[in-house]
């Protein structure tokens, strides 16, 4: 399938208001449910991967290609969950920048999106400054600048960047991007309404992938079972997953908010489909502590070694933080995991890095140490039931 197909197809998916009627003889009843072809979708994305691998292996000084490839890979990234496709981006970003750096500022876009996947905030931050060399005021990058400041424990930064982008009429992914800026500032009830005007655009949108409309409820549920609405936040994850049946993330998020409403059946099978469709380590130890709690000793042993075995084999600054917290949580390579978030914290003094110190002082027995730390965890008065219940745990009130 030529690419050109591929777009044109892609851009016919229709998507469809769920509160829509439509007319029939003089009479209205409720439109059909909305309806994704997520195979359809990944099909065409990996033809059009393909297609594109054939013309840069033909022509490999060119650009164009390169970004190609490496917008899919970002697509396939966020998909399956894959480390190796955001490798895959960065180095096809890397490429179409050497081929051509002049009038190919979506390439410093993909490469610093592919970086951030992989943590490593402040090469992003070095690509995302190269972006806005090339347009200072486009809101695009200046979010994505926001974004990584926030990452980065730069909140006067971020504060200034988001200030002036918390107004209507942004784009879906700059007006999720203030949302989460809100969220973490406090402001809970902001951030639900920025992400649901983010959701309804990404809907109106015709080709906007399954994937990304997904990735809005997803949010949604995320936020709301972060501040303890837990309802709020089964309904939307159903709503995410009603789009894309089997995206990891979500399955992820179902399982977490399954064990956070002890239903811990319930989260066992949420965390066996994630392991089954993506490549999260997480998925072992959410699986874990449902067969701890449905009194399965043996087997939760079982799955914590294996989730110990899959997080070995990424580098130890590669650790996402859900890894560590689970690790200390299980009081497992603890002395580990406080030398890790010590050492993070000398270059990226985020909230939730403050958080993550506090508590490995505290699985460490030195609570006065933890104290300090989680006060700084708590400086911006973020709602999130997580760092209540370790504030708590301290004897702190939040």
């Known amino acids: 399938m030529s690419p050109t197909r591929a777009t044109a197809l892609a851009a016919a998916v229709v998507v469809l208001s769920t509160t829509a009627v439509v007319a029939v003889r003089g009479h209205t009843r409720p439109a059909p449910p909305p309806t994704w072809d997520v195979a359809a979708e990944r099909h065409r994305r990996d033809a059009d991967i393909a297609w594109y691998q054939m013309r840069a292996e033909r022509d490999p000084t060119g650009a164009m290609d ?12 966020r998909e399956r969950g894959t480390p190796a496709d955001l490798s895959l981006a ?24 592919a970086l951030v996947g992989q943590h490593r905030f402040r090469e992003a931050a070095a690509a995302t400054d190269s972006l806005l060399a090339a347009d200072p005021m486009a809101p695009g990058p200046r979010s994505l600048r926001g974004e990584i400041a926030l990452e980065l424990g730069n909140y006067s930064q971020a504060d200034t960047i988001f200030s002036s982008l918390d107004r209507p009429g942004a784009d879906a992914a700059v007006t999720a991007r203030v949302a989460r800026w809100a969220s973490l500032r406090g402001h809970s009830a902001h951030a639900r ?6 959701r309804s655009e990404a809907r109106s949108m015709a080709g906007t992938p399954a994937e990304q409309i997904a990735w ?4 949604l549920g995320e936020l709301a079972l972060q501040v303890g609405e837990y309802g709020a936040a089964r309904s939307a994850l159903a709503t995410a997953a009603h789009v894309v049946t089997d995206d990891p993330r979500i399955l992820l ?3 977490r908010l399954d064990l956070a409403t002890s239903d811990p059946a319930a989260a066992l099978r949420h965390a066996v489909s994630a392991m089954n469709a993506g490549e999260d380590p997480l998925a072992f130890a959410l699986a874990s502590e449902a067969h701890r709690q449905l009194g399965q000793v043996t087997e939760s042993e079982r799955m914590f070694r294996a989730f110990e075995t899959a997080i070995a084999a990424a580098p130890p600054s590669a650790w996402h933080r859900q890894w560590r917290l689970a690790l200390l949580d299980r009081g497992r390579q603890v002395d580990a995991v406080l030398e890790q978030a010590a050492t993070e914290l000398k270059t990226r003094q985020d909230i ?11 699985r460490s027995g030195r609570d006065a140490e933890a104290i300090v730390a989680m006060r700084e965890a708590l400086r911006w ?16 009130t939040p």
């Open 193 to 198: 309404t920025l992400l649901l005007r983010a």
């Open 66 to 77: 390169h970004l190609k490839l490496a917008a899919l890979y970002l697509q396939r990234a």
């Open 352 to 362: 939730y890095g403050w958080d993550l110190y506090a508590w490995a002082l505290h």
């Open 90 to 113: 960065e180095a096809e970003a890397r490429t179409s920048l050497q081929n051509r750096r002049a009038h190919n500022v979506e390439a410093f876009h993909a490469l610093a999106i």
């Open 216 to 219: 809005f409820d997803l949010r």
């Open 381 to 396: 008065h973020t709602e999130d039931r997580l760092l209540h219940d370790h504030a708590a745990a301290l004897g702190m």
């Open 253 to 255: 998020a179902e399982a």
